[in-house]
């Protein structure tokens, strides 16, 4: 079946440092891809998605590329600042659409001054 | 803006005590979801109603049944609650399919069973 592979955290970063978060998927055909992120005491909010191969969705000054060849959608921010720490979700929904998302473990991501 | 509520936020039960969780949303969407939440295994989904009058399980239904009370409410039931049932509860709801909209989660229900 369709499954999502995260990258461990936390993630502890100073602010301004570069972020990644590599997330890589395992689907048949051509899944829609998002990022979800979750704010301490929060529900989750969409950050971003891609719904084809070589999309870039980009929200926030974070951005993420639908990579198929690599079946990967990492998300990337060049300064990371103490308001995004959160947990970050990746996720997706399978080709042909339909309503079930499948998601990642989550990365914490920590951001200190 | 309400977006999408959930009561109770907090709930601790005994092992085969029975609870209702209880979601509204007032975005006018069709469809709605129930995740669990637990350490190591992100979301996973219980239960879905793509529109009014569906409901269909999802990964993990087993010891909860749901209600989709009309477009505007979707409930959640525990009959014989277990320790293994303690997480957090997240409802969300989508106008779309997933794929080309976006689900937007109520803020959650932290659950304890003992």
């Known amino acids: 079946g369709d499954s999502v592979t995260q990258m461990e955290g936390p993630v502890t970063l100073s602010e301004e440092a570069f972020l990644t978060i590599n997330c890589t998927y395992t689907a048949t055909g051509y899944p829609s891809l998002f990022w979800y992120v979750q704010y301490p005491g929060e529900g989750l909010q969409l950050l971003l998605k891609?719904?084809?191969?070589?999309d870039k969705g980009s929200n926030k000054g974070f951005e993420a590329t639908y990579r198929k060849e690599t079946t990967s959608f990492h998300l990337e921010k060049g300064s990371v600042q103490v308001s995004d720490s959160a947990v970050y979700f990746c996720a997706l929904s399978p080709t042909g659409g339909g309503n079930k998302l499948t998601f990642g473990t989550g990365t914490q991501l920590k951001v200190e001054l | 803006n309400a977006g999408v509520t959930q009561t109770p936020k907090f709930q601790v039960l005994k092992t085969g005590q029975s609870m209702t969780l209880q979601c509204a949303q007032d975005?006018?969407?069709?469809?709605m979801y129930w995740y669990r939440q637990d350490p190591g295994m992100g979301l996973r989904l219980i239960y879905y109603s793509a529109s009014e009058g569906t409901t269909d399980k999802g990964e993990v239904p087993n010891g909860y049944n749901v209600s989709r009370l009309n477009k505007r409410e979707f409930s959640l039931r525990l009959e014989s609650a277990a320790p293994s049932q303690t997480s957090v509860y997240f409802c969300?709801?989508?106008?779309?399919?997933?794929?080309?909209?976006?689900?937007?989660f109520g803020e959650g229900s932290r659950l304890t069973v003992l």
């Open positions: 891609a719904t084809k191969a070589d």
């Open positions: 975005m006018n969407h069709n469809s």
């Open positions: 969300a709801s989508s106008e779309l399919a997933v794929n080309t909209g976006e689900l937007f």
